[in-house]
């Protein structure tokens, strides 16, 4: 069956180092992925989409990666703030991946 | 850009009570709302594909007779939670799908709503 995964995990780094989240697919080729951003409380808020034709899209501090051959995208935030701690969530069109949940320390 | 509003945001009810939570696109036409329920510390679970003017797609294990739907038209779309149990307490979210002037699915990113905190006595 199609299944889309996230680290299940949360991931924990430093103040103005780099995040970096996976989003991994299996049994399924999307044509593009969107990455969310999930407060605690509120609805997801869109982040990034890139499609399967896309290698790489930017958009200020964040990274987004698509390897079709690797059946991965990547997601990067650049010089992490607290702010940033939330849960990031990929997606295909549908349904979503588990979300990673980010916490930024200062 | 695209809002997606809720009503209401927050609702406490008894046991064995309805519960009817609106999902409106302000500011563009949904032809396309889903509706999703999180429980506390976990992922977005999809229940439901609304679509405008027929029948909502389930998805499986939600009980359609329970979680009543209705796409009546093309900004509004709602979930009736139906002789609600504890257990059916949860955070509701929906969101919709702008189609544009192309209606090109890869190109469609979701707006997604505040949610709507149910939670039952």
């Known amino acids: 069956s199609q299944k889309i995964e996230q680290n299940s995990e949360a991931l924990n780094i430093q103040e103005g180092k780099t995040a970096t989240l996976t989003c991994n697919y299996t049994n399924y080729s999307p044509a593009y992925l969107q990455w969310y951003r999930q407060d605690p409380g509120r609805g997801p808020v869109f982040l990034l989409l890139?499609?399967?034709?896309?290698k790489e899209k930017r958009k200020e501090r964040l990274k987004v990666t698509f390897d079709t051959t690797l059946k991965q995208s990547l997601f990067h935030i650049t010089a992490s703030q607290p702010a940033d701690s939330a849960t990031y969530l990929c997606a295909p069109r549908l349904p979503f991946g588990g979300g990673t949940r980010l916490m930024v320390k200062p | 850009g695209a809002v997606v509003s809720q009503h209401p945001s927050r609702v406490i009810c008894k046991s064995g009570t309805s519960v009817k939570i609106e999902c409106r696109s302000l500011d563009f036409q949904a032809t396309t709302m889903f509706w999703y329920r999180q429980f506390p510390k976990q992922s977005l679970m999809l229940m439901a594909t609304s679509n405008e003017g027929s029948k909502a797609t389930y998805e499986q294990g939600v009980e359609k007779d329970k979680f009543l739907i209705n796409h009546a038209s093309l900004t509004l779309s709602t979930l009736t939670v139906t002789s609600a149990h504890p257990e059916d307490s949860s955070f509701y979210i929906c969101s919709a799908r702008d189609h544009g002037s192309g209606g090109v699915d890869w190109n469609n990113e979701q707006f997604f709503g505040p949610g709507t905190r149910l939670t039952v006595l």
């Open positions: 890139i499609r399967e034709n896309e």
